[in-house]
């Protein structure tokens, strides 16, 4: 059975891509012929950064910039608990140990959703294994039934606060998404469309909802039977 699944980039719509990885590029190992990895691939999709992106934090000062756009500089002695803006949020605990630093970078986002009829899909986001040694990062990642609960994503990093920081070019691998169903031998179809006004409206009901009540929030993310439940999901 195939499985379809959509995403929607919030920024950089053209640039965003969420793609499987070029099969070819595989080909000349011998691992590319075992079904159990096969299998994993078809079902695996690799995240692409839409711009550069350069991000240092030295002596209380966190810098990042976009392309060639100007630097932002904030000042953590400025920010009480949170910092948020269309590209970066942290909350300024994160970045108190000196071994490790964690940002969310928001110009990825994408929101994800299914078709109403497909009752179990999971979404899985997880690390890319290049970027700890390219870009100085890893992904943090999650998993939850995305049949229940439609919504966006951003790519949480976890960094070596070096004077290099995170560099990142426009095209590098950033993250992947993996999904799973009821049955393995699905065939999830990830696809750009757009999405309307009516569905971001009710994900932020659906957001007002679950944020009041966290038992409620854990069943909608990882309960297969409580979809129908839930007055907030269908568009």
């Given at each position: 059975m195939k499985y379809d699944v959509y995403y929607d980039p919030i920024s950089f719509y053209d640039e965003n891509v969420i793609e499987h990885?070029?099969?070819?590029?595989?080909?000349?190992?011998?691992?590319?012929?075992?079904?159990?990895?096969?299998?994993?691939?078809?079902?695996?999709?690799?995240?692409?950064?839409?711009?550069?992106?350069?991000?240092?934090?030295?002596?209380?000062?966190?810098?990042?910039?976009?392309?060639?756009?100007?630097?932002?500089?904030?000042?953590l002695n400025d920010v009480d608990e949170e910092y948020g803006d269309d590209n970066i949020f942290f909350s300024v605990s994160d970045l108190d140990n000196d071994d490790c630093h964690v940002v969310q970078l928001s110009f990825i986002n994408s929101f994800f959703w299914?078709?109403?009829?497909?009752?179990?899909?999971?979404?899985?986001?997880?690390?890319?294994?290049?970027?700890?040694?390219?870009?100085?990062?890893v992904a943090i990642g999650g998993w939850f039934n995305i049949a229940n609960h439609p919504r966006t994503t951003s790519l949480g990093i976890r960094y070596e606060p070096t004077e290099e920081g995170v560099m990142i070019e426009r095209g590098d691998p950033l993250y992947r998404v993996r999904f799973?169903?009821?049955?393995?031998?699905?065939?999830?179809?990830?696809?750009?469309?757009?999405?309307?006004?009516?569905?971001?409206?009710?994900?932020?009901?659906?957001?007002?909802?679950?944020s009041e009540d966290s038992k409620f929030l854990k069943e909608v993310l990882f309960d297969k039977n409580l979809r129908g439940k839930c007055p907030y999901h269908e568009f």
């Open positions: 990885e070029d099969r070819g590029s595989h080909l000349d190992y011998t691992y590319s012929q075992c079904p159990v990895w096969g299998h994993m691939f078809d079902r695996t999709f690799v995240g692409y950064s839409p711009v550069d992106f350069s991000l240092q934090c030295q002596d209380n000062i966190l810098k990042y910039q976009i392309n060639e756009e100007r630097c932002v500089s904030i000042n299914t078709s109403f009829k497909q009752e179990y899909l999971w979404f899985e986001f997880l690390d890319h294994p290049q970027t700890y040694a390219i870009n100085n990062f799973y169903t009821d049955n393995m031998d699905d065939k999830p179809i990830l696809q750009k469309k757009k999405s309307t006004n009516s569905m971001f409206e009710a994900l932020e009901e659906r957001r007002e909802v679950l």
